[in-house]
Every structure is written in C-alpha cells, then in structure tokens.
C-alpha cells in the first residue's frame, strides 16, 4: 500500500504538466467553448502521462520521483513539437519535414528524460517539489478562470429574463404577420459573388427572390467581420465596437432586443441558433424565447467525447500531430453539422404546428466552412472541407435551399396576412485559411468583398421605391418595426 501511495504521490506533477495545456486553450477561450471539449484533448493527455511514467518505473525500474522528472522532460518534448514544427517552417529556412523532425524532437525529449531522471537525490526532490508548487499554482489559475466563466454562462442562462419592451400602441384586434429573420453565415453578396465567379446561378437566384416579391439591397455591406459583433448588433438595434469580451455579445444575443420587442408585441418567438453548435461556438449562451428548435441526432450522438475543433487545436501540439486522421476523427462532427443544416431548413419550411403570430430567428452556418456540400447537395470529400476553391458549391447549394424555403413559406402562409420574411448573411465571404497556414485560398480575392452581404427583405406591403439599395443591415427590425407597427426608431 506505502508503494502505491508513493508511486501516485509523485506522478501529480507529470499529470498536473500534462493536463496544462488543454487548460490554458480552454481558459483562454471558455467563452465560446462547453466544458465536454475537454474530454478528448485531457484523456489522451493524462493517458500517455501516465502510460510513460508507469513504464519508467515498472520496466525502466526508476524510482517514482526519478521517472516523474524523467516523464516532465518527455512530455515538455511532446507537448511543444506543433509550435517548434511552426516556428520552423515559418522561419522556411531550411525544409523541414516530419520525417526529420520529429526523430529529432523524439532524441531531445529521451535526451532531456534520462537528465532529468538521474539528478542527484537533493536536485530531483527540489525539481520534482518545485514543479508540483509551479505547475499546481498555473493549474490553480487558470482551473479558476475557467469556473469565473462558466459561472457566468450559468447566470446568463438561468438568470431572470429582462422585460420586454413595451410596443408605441397595440391594437389586439389585428392579425400581425408572422416575421422569419434568417441569417445565412458567410453568404456572399449577390453582387460580390457574380464578380468574382461570374456564375449564372446567382442572377437566377436574384430574379427568383425578385419574381416572388422581393427587395434586393445589393449594395448593403457588413459594419465588421465578426460574426457575434454582426449578430448581437442586428438583433440589439446598436452598432458594437470589435474585441469586447465575446461572452458579452454572447449575452446580448441571448437576451436581445428583437425577441424581447416581439415577444411584448405578443408574437411568440422561435429561434434556431446554428452559431452555438459544436463546430462553432458551443460555449455559447443560450438565446432566450419560447420555442428552440434543435436538431436531435438521435441518441447515438452526444458533443462529449466527440473530435472538434477545440481537441484539434490541442493535440496539433503535440508529436501525435503527423498522425492525426482529422478527416476520420471529424466524421461525427461533420454528420452532425450536415444534419443541422438539412434540419433548420426542413423545419423551418413549415412551422404551422407553431401559433401565430410569430417571430422566428435563425442562424444556419452555410455556406461558411466546412464546404461539406457540392452544388447539387452532395457532400465533398474532406479535403475540400477547408478549402475555398470549393466554396462556391456549397455557396450555390445554399442558394437552392433558401429557394426551396421561400417557397415552402409563402405557400403555407395565410393569403390574406402574408409573412414578412428578411435573408441576410453576417458578412460575406472572408477568405480566411485555415490555422493562418495560407492554403486552400481564393486567388486574386478583393479584401471589400468580404464585407459584401445578402440583404433581401419580403415586406408585403411597402413600396419598394422608398427603400434604398444600400440598407444598413443594422436598421432591419427598426424599420419593420417602423412600418408595420407605428414605432419612430431611428436608422442609421
């Protein structure tokens, strides 16, 4: 028993090392993460931990706080071959391919293993004592952080609901119509788009919204290109500044105005928040209304224990990184996104089991990446997922799902109370590459596009010549409220 006791005493700070990194990432970004992202990155962590440190003493025959010493100089080897195979390439002095580095960076860590794991009674206590004091206080920290963020998420969450704006005038005797606010992420400008693919597809798309009462603003463009800044200031009336902290737009999606004004007008509210799925931002807080549509895998699938970005980011640190099969190890992944976009589309399309007068907002992440989809609707291979040269299938596809709703929508609509229904993309097509690698970009991409949004209103009713074609996307829901419902907000 006094063996086991000892041999668990010293691995804390081998497992306290290897728990760091996944920790620091996630408290670095626990405002858009959920706390089951930490189950893959940590596991694995703490199982080469204590795989390598059991070996040490068992079949290397170290003693425990030798073979934990020995085990900090492997895993600080493991755990910094993704930023020095970075640095490396960056630099691009010479080349430097896994199959050089990474024997080599196995050498250093056996190298610094056996060092360290041969110090002199006086020097491993005082390693192995210094290292459990230094790395628990970085684990404290930062174990802290993550709980001050998570807290609050609680409180956004079960927090008391703010009061809903009370409406200029109500008149309860009249039919108010139903309104579909629809974001579609990443969705380039129409104008953009045509530019920059010459697609045909595109004017066809135009002069179908236009044939079924639309308003095309082509000239509306994006304030930033962030899309919780675009979203929390659409739904707010209010314009943000960039770079607050990301869980107060999170809080001001969740508790936003356009829910809060409709919802005192008397609509009930439905939301579909594709932002918050687990490819994207699943940390976030979630939006307050009636009804929340969700996507309902089945319950084969859960977000734990599950590939994603987050174990991505950690484990690209390590030696594991050449072996990585992201493309096997993002399979649930991208099945569950798939179905999410196949589901908000589906369901969104026929809504009739909900009362009316309704407010539905939804946020359906296409064509943003992964470009899982090809033009006619089939899925890509995985080596288009990040890759823009195959955005503009999934760009069209998009095009023929929105298509299809609009229609679904207007023929289920009541002829004599017709829906106000508004698309519109956050920003539009940003060109970013993956991880900053500087791969898998369109050529020859003007900056100003991705600023270039889809912006078309269905707003029965109005005359169309008092619109201009460069509306502010902010002023969306200050208009409608001004125009069908005798509010005096003012627009941008």
């Known amino acids: 028993m006094k063996g086991i006791r000892g041999y668990l005493r010293h691995l804390w700070p081998a497992l306290l090392l290897a728990s760091y990194p996944a920790l620091f990432l996630y408290n670095q970004n626990a405002s858009i993460l959920s ?48 930023p020095v195979r970075d640095v490396l390439r960056e630099l691009d002095l010479v080349p430097v391919p896994d199959a050089t580095l990474l024997p080599g960076m196995v050498l250093a860590g056996l190298y610094l293993a056996g060092f360290l794991g041969k110090l002199g009674a006086l020097s491993a206590d005082l390693l192995h004592t210094g290292a459990r004091v230094m ?72 002069d179908f919204l236009t044939q079924h009462g639309f308003h095309l603003s082509s000239g509306s463009r994006s304030a930033t290109l962030d899309t919780r800044v675009e979203v929390a200031s659409r739904l707010n009336f209010t314009q943000y500044e960039v770079d607050l902290d990301p869980q107060f737009y999170f809080d001001e999606i969740a508790n936003n105005r356009a829910v809060q004004e409709f919802g005192g007008l008397g609509y009930e509210t439905v939301v579909f928040n594709g932002m918050g799925s687990q490819l994207f931002y699943p940390g976030m807080t979630p939006i307050r209304a009636d009804t929340t549509l969700e996507y309902d895998p089945g319950q084969t699938s859960t977000s734990a ?21 992201v493309d096997a190890l993002y399979g649930p992944s991208i099945a569950r996104h798939i179905g999410e976009v196949r589901f908000a589309f589906d369901t969104l399309g026929d809504l009739r089991g909900i009362p009316s007068p309704k407010f539905v907002y939804a946020h359906i992440m296409l064509p943003h990446e992964p470009f899982v989809f090809s033009a006619d609707g089939g899925i890509n291979e995985p080596e288009c997922h990040l890759d823009w040269s195959c955005y503009y299938g999934n760009y069209q596809y998009a095009m023929t799902l929105l298509e299809g709703l609009v229609d679904r929508i207007q023929e289920k609509a009541d002829p004599g109370n017709r829906p106000i229904i508004v698309l519109q993309s956050d920003h539009g097509a940003r060109n970013i590459p993956y991880m900053a690698a500087g791969e898998g970009v369109l050529p020859s991409y003007p900056e100003e596009y991705a600023y270039s949004i889809l912006n078309a209103l269905y707003l029965p009713g ?16 200050p208009l409608i409220l001004n125009i069908y419902f005798g509010y005096q907000l003012p627009l941008h």
Do not use: H
């Open 35 to 82: 706390l089951p992202s930490l189950l893959i990155p940590v596991s694995a962590s703490l199982g080469i931990c204590v795989v390598t440190y059991s070996a040490l003493v068992l079949l290397a025959g170290r003693s425990p706080i030798g073979a934990s010493n020995a085990t900090l100089g492997l895993l600080a080897a493991f755990f910094t071959y993704g």
């Open 135 to 206: 790395l628990g206080l970085l684990f404290a920290y930062n174990a802290l952080g993550i709980v001050a963020v998570e807290l609050q998420k609680v409180n956004s969450a079960d927090g008391e609901a703010p009061e809903r704006f009370a409406p200029p005038s109500r008149d309860v005797s009249r039919a108010y119509p139903d309104i579909y606010f629809i974001i579609l992420d990443e969705f380039a400008g129409p104008d953009a788009a045509r530019k920059y693919w010459g697609g045909r597809n595109v004017d066809e798309f135009e």
């Open 305 to 325: 224990g599950t590939f994603d970005p987050f174990a991505n980011m950690v484990l690209n640190l390590t030696m594991l990184r050449p072996f990585l099969d």
């Open 462 to 477: 109005v005359d169309y010549t008092t619109l201009g074609d460069d509306l502010a996307p902010i002023d969306t829901f």
